[in-house]
């Protein structure tokens, strides 16, 4: 996908949820390495191996299209916890939904308590990247986020954020017996 949108010219840039905002590729030269682009990134091996994203990320920088953090930084995920207001950002059958997914994440071991924090994280992180997504954005051209799946869901994730008049189509990519209620993406 990144290859072809960059071929033909239509790639504005790739926005990943495993660097934090501020982490870029965008002064690095299309001949740069590969621990050129995790050092640009800030690349943590141990959370996000990078035999799984590494491809991603080195066809864009040999395309010349800037590969950008977009995930809330770790200082600032305290704070989201803590802010009721994100609350309010998704309708009450997402929120529920989402806040089941935690729970089931967390393979029912987190204390009730911590449900709504957690929420709030996940939140908090979906609203990030979406700004991400609109900062990032061309006229004709196309931003692609990789995140994980549940980050992009239509009814609570990053496109519930997005500014008025962005569009966004989900390709949901799963492996082994996972499974996803395929309304809530466009192609899985």
Do not use: F
Not at 161 to 173: D, E, F, I, N, R
Request: charged share 20%; net charge positive; glycine share 8%.
């Amino acid at each position: 996908l990144i290859d072809t949108l960059a071929a033909r010219g239509l790639l504005a840039a790739v926005a990943l949820e495993m660097a934090d905002a501020g982490a870029s590729t965008a002064h690095l030269s299309r001949r740069a390495d590969e621990a050129d682009a995790q050092a640009a990134l800030r690349w943590n091996d141990a959370a996000w191996p990078w035999r799984a994203y590494g491809p991603v990320v080195m066809a864009a920088v040999r395309a010349g299209v800037p590969v950008l953090g977009a995930n809330l930084p770790r200082e600032r995920m305290r704070e989201a916890m803590a802010d009721v207001q994100l609350d309010n950002r998704l309708p009450p059958g997402p929120l529920q939904a989402q806040q089941q997914a935690i729970r089931d994440g967390h393979c029912g071991l987190l204390p009730e308590s911590q449900i709504a924090p957690m929420t709030r994280i996940q939140i908090a992180r979906d609203i990030r990247m979406a700004h991400a997504l609109e900062r990032a954005r061309l006229p004709g051209k196309t931003v692609v986020l990789v995140a994980g799946g549940g980050h992009v869901l239509r009814d609570r994730g990053v496109p519930v954020h997005l500014a008025p008049g962005m569009t966004a189509k989900v390709l949901l990519l799963q492996a082994g017996g996972a499974s996803t209620d395929s309304a809530l993406a466009d192609q899985v």
